[in-house]
C-alpha cells in the first residue's frame, strides 16, 4: 500500500509540476474505450499500437519545466520523461516514462 500512495504522490507531483510548464497548451486524453483494458503494472505496453502510443505525450525536457529549481537543471540527460493520460468511465490515468 505504501509503494501505491508513493506513485500516487510522485504522478500529482508531475502533473501539478506540468501544470505551470503547459498553460497556453491544450491536451486531449483519449477514452480506453469499453472493449480495451489497461493494467496498472508499470508496463506501458497496452498503452502502445503498433509500436506508438495510442496519446501524445507531454514531453517534460525543458529548464523551465524542472520542478527542483531550473539552477540543478543540467539537461535532458539529468531529468527528462513523457506523461501520458488515457481516461476510463471512472478513472482518469496516468503514465509517466521517466
Known amino acids: ?6 506513485t500516487v504522490a510522485l504522478c ?3 502533473v501539478l509540476g506540468l501544470a505551470g510548464s503547459v498553460v497556453a497548451s491544450e491536451y486531449i486524453a483519449l477514452s480506453v474505450g469499453q472493449n480495451e483494458t489497461v493494467t ?11 509500436g506508438e502510443f495510442v496519446v501524445p505525450a507531454i514531453v517534460l525536457n525543458e ?3 524542472a ?4 539552477s540543478a ?3 535532458p540527460e539529468d531529468s527528462s520523461g513523457k506523461v501520458y493520460f ?3 468511465k471512472d478513472y482518469l490515468l496516468v503514465a509517466a516514462d521517466v
Open 86 to 88: 488515457r481516461w476510463t
Open 12 to 14: 500529482m507531483v508531475l
Open 1 to 6: 500500500m505504501n509503494q501505491r500512495l508513493l
Open 67 to 70: 520542478v527542483r529549481g531550473d
Open 63 to 65: 529548464k523551465a519545466q
Open 73 to 75: 537543471w543540467q539537461g
Open 40 to 50: 496498472i503494472d508499470g508496463d506501458l505496453s497496452d498503452w502502445i499500437v503498433d
